[in-house]
């Protein structure tokens, strides 16, 4: 699914990537506070999340009278949702995002790197984490780094939960990371 997730009170249409020999199926959600549909294109779905709906990981399961897909983890938040935008594997080209977002990404090709800029001030903490193979079960063995303006790295993590690394890096002065 993509994007893998939503904030709550929201919409949002999801490709769902697969062999679907007969469309549009029936999409079933663990929990009332999710409700999904398929849209008209194939492998096009449409997530209503509540707005009052726990933050955490729910699951959707397409289904039709022949049978059923596995299930498949939907990630319910609080914070403003970003979706990756290629190119941006250069420092030059880093795709801009607010502080406090969640971004929604995927692999494009074999060595991809995705790199992601946000204006901080000294003093202020940045905290990021990628949730690849705990939640979404990939294999992805991913690297985080924090870089300055002028692409040093400050910090780095590869393995902080399993095969997902979370940096928590305090800002040492005004500028874009």
């Not at 096009?44 to 699951?59: F, H, M, N, R």
């Not at 935008?85 to 929604?104: C, F, G, R, T, Y």
């Not at 692409?151 to 939960?161: A, F, I, R």
């Amino acid at each position: 699914l993509h994007p893998a997730g939503a904030p709550r009170g929201t919409t949002v249409e999801i490709t769902v990537v697969g062999t679907f020999e007969r469309w549009p199926v029936h999409v079933w959600t663990s929990d009332k506070a999710i409700s999904a549909k398929s849209g008209m294109d194939k492998g096009k779905l449409s997530i209503t999340v509540a707005a009052e709906a726990v933050p955490g990981t729910y699951w959707l399961r397409l289904h039709d009278e022949q049978g059923a897909s596995t299930l498949r983890p939907f990630v319910v938040g609080t914070l403003p949702d970003v979706l990756e935008k290629e190119p941006n594997d250069d420092l030059d080209k880093a795709q801009v995002i607010a502080a406090s977002s969640v971004v929604n990404g995927r692999l494009e090709k074999s060595g991809d790197v995705d790199l992601f800029s946000m204006k901080l001030k000294k003093g202020e903490t940045l905290v990021a984490s990628l949730d690849a193979h705990g939640t979404f079960r990939s294999s992805m063995d991913a690297i985080l780094q924090v870089l300055s303006a002028d692409g040093s790295v400050l910090e780095q993590n590869n393995d902080w939960s399993g095969l997902d690394p979370q940096i928590v890096c305090p800002i040492p002065k005004d500028g874009t990371y």
